[in-house]
């Protein structure tokens, strides 16, 4: 598994532990079979929005698929080891990507029964790509630690710096990028199980 993907080999985990099948979760996402098959072998970088469907699916939140153990106490992230000793998730809302928009440092990694997801995340510009906004159900809390980033809500769009935050619910179609270089925000995303 590629190190721009280690999350294939955990969401083909809880699917064969749930005893379905990869045609059972497409149809169930509306998600094509190949583009699973690529989640799961690592070769491609996933959006959130497939990656929630298929977490919906198998009935488990979307830091699940991040998480290496659970704890049933506190977690505590040190702020020297915020990005030297956590992994990284990458993600894309581009089709078929190879390069990362968005690279997640979860905040609450192993945290058992949480109902919310905190991330530092790399915020990077867009590729040049035309801009695809996503939706899926929960909610989402983002607050500007560097840089600047643009939000598109529904028809709207929101210019974010340093110090900004801004709380929308998912289910509007929106997408997030840095403006002028990169970015860094911390986010809180929250979706039902």
Known sequence: MSEKNRIGDK?????????????????????AVSTITSIENGELIPGLTPLIKIARVLGVRLGTFMDDQQDLGPVLVRADSEKDNQKVTRFSERNNAKDSDLDFYTLAQNKADRHM??????VFPPSGEDVKLSSHEGEEFIYVLEGKIE?????????????????????????????????????VVYTPV
């Open 151 to 187: 939000v598109l809500y529904g028809k709207d769009k929101y210019e974010l710096s340093k110090g900004d935050s801004i709380y929308y619910d998912s289910i509007v179609a929106h997408h997030l990028h840095s403006k002028d270089g990169n970015a860094k925000i911390l986010a």
């Open 11 to 31: 969401v083909r985990l809880v699917r064969e532990s749930r005893k379905l099948s990869i045609e059972d979760v497409s149809e169930r996402t509306n998600i």
């Open 117 to 122: 997801d905190p991330f530092i995340i790399d």
